[in-house]
């Protein structure tokens, strides 16, 4: 699910501090685009944390209705695609049970088939997801 969430970025002597008021979080980055991409990562980070928690995702607010605080605060959008970040960023190995005919398996051991492997570009192809 791609989304756009409001940021608040407030210049600081090293850079700038972003507040992302849909998450309650900060994040900082010494440049405006370093600032702009560590809260696009903050915002990912915690979507995925909260779908693996089973948690839904905070709805944007309308960018109209963040006020700053001061007068040097800039803010704007910041867009997250939550499965392409998960897929870029979530490398996590899980375990799965899979069951396969007695003398499938041997035959795949024998020609030292990695099965793991065979089974994730199958996944990949029935779910129309290719490598980047």
């Not at 409001?6 to 992302?20: A, E």
């Not at 405006?32 to 915690?46: F, H, N, Q, S």
């Not at 998960?86 to 024998?110: G, I, Y």
Request: hydrophobic letters at 40%; glycine letters at 4%.
């Amino acid at each position: 699910m791609k989304n756009s969430y409001p940021i608040i970025l407030t210049p600081d002597d090293v850079g700038y501090v972003v507040y992302i008021p849909d998450f309650n979080i900060n994040t900082q980055g010494d440049t405006l685009t370093e600032a702009i991409e560590m809260a696009r990562d903050a915002i990912g980070i915690m979507g995925i944390d909260m779908e693996d928690e089973h948690e839904e995702l905070p709805a944007p607010t309308a960018l109209n209705s963040v006020t700053k605080e001061s007068a040097d605060d800039v803010v704007t959008l910041v867009d997250v695609d939550f499965a392409e970040y998960r897929r870029q960023h979530d490398m996590r190995s899980v375990r799965r049970n899979v069951t396969l005919p007695c003398w499938l398996d041997c035959v795949a051991e024998k020609s030292g088939i990695n099965v793991s492997a065979v089974l994730q570009k199958a996944l990949k192809a029935e779910l129309h997801i290719t490598d980047r």
